[in-house]
T-cell receptor, first 113, second 112 residues
Framework: DQQVKQNSPSLSVQEGRISILNCDYT??????FLWYKKYPAEGPTFLIS?????DKNEDGRFTVFLNKSAKHLSLHIVPSQPGDSAVYFC????????????FGTGTLLAVQP | DAGITQSPRHKVTETGTPVTLRCHQT?????MYWYRQDPGHGLRLIHY???????DKGEVSDGYSVSRSKTEDFLLTLESATSSQTSVYFC???????????FGPGTRLTVL
């Protein structure tokens, strides 16, 4: 049973436009959400996070939105750049001491020059 | 980049052989984690450690064991490798249990 779902395996966007990556979750006990970016043959790198007490968090070109009633979060990248081309993973955890992350299956973003 | 290395980076082995993967950190972080990445599954937690000699299971721990005798090293052992354990293995570290996790470069393991 997939508790964190990324239903779009891939997304293609033109350089300079907005990229919107989506993530849905089923467990209302999740209280912290993260986005990781992964290039081929490298480990995931942390991008941005959001606590369940917020509905938006912004860091430069990256903004994460959280809609708790819909159990949905999204990552917006504006403007998109070719270097943003990577796999993006959404992750969630219950908080507390152990920080066990539950990951989605990932979305491959291709930004076309 | 967080100071995390994994060794080996690539390994091919045969079914039934034991395999040990090593994660080494220079950050003195308390928490260390082992994940595997497979198509259609994202990353799944195998085991984690919250201190020297303190470990616990993740969601896909069957067939794996871990050990942590020093803060800087976290070992993942496949006692008898199976083809279903062919995967990319990532180590991660965090200073505290509720902190952001930082990942190593990964080990690609192929079990024939």
């Amino acid at each position: 049973d997939q508790q964190v779902k990324q239903n779009s395996p891939s997304l293609s966007v033109q350089e300079g436009r907005i990229s919107i990556l989506n993530c849905d979750y089923t467990n209302s006990m999740f209280d912290y959400f993260l986005w990781y970016k992964k290039y081929p043959a490298e480990g995931p790198t942390f991008l941005i996070s959001i606590s369940s007490i917020k509905d938006k968090n912004e860091d430069g070109r990256f903004t994460v939105f959280l809609n708790k009633s819909a159990k949905h979060l999204s990552l917006h990248i504006v403007p998109s750049q070719p270097g943003d081309s990577a796999v993006y993973f959404c992750a969630a955890n219950y908080g507390g001491a152990t920080n066990k992350l539950i990951f989605g299956t990932g979305t491959l973003l291709a930004v076309q020059p | 980049d967080a100071g995390i290395t994994q060794s080996p980076r690539h390994k091919v082995t045969e079914t039934g052989t034991p395999v040990t993967l090593r994660c080494h950190q220079t950050e003195n972080h308390r928490y260390m984690y082992w994940y595997r990445q497979d198509p259609g599954h994202g990353l799944r937690l195998i085991h984690y450690s919250y201190g020297v000699k303190d470990t616990d299971k993740g969601e896909v721990s069957d067939g794996y064991s871990v050990s942590r005798s020093k803060t800087e090293d976290f070992l993942l052992t496949l006692e008898s490798a199976t083809s279903s354990q062919t995967s990319v293995y990532f180590c991660a570290i965090s200073p505290g249990g509720a902190d952001t996790q930082y990942f190593g470069p990964g080990t690609r393991l192929t079990v024939l």
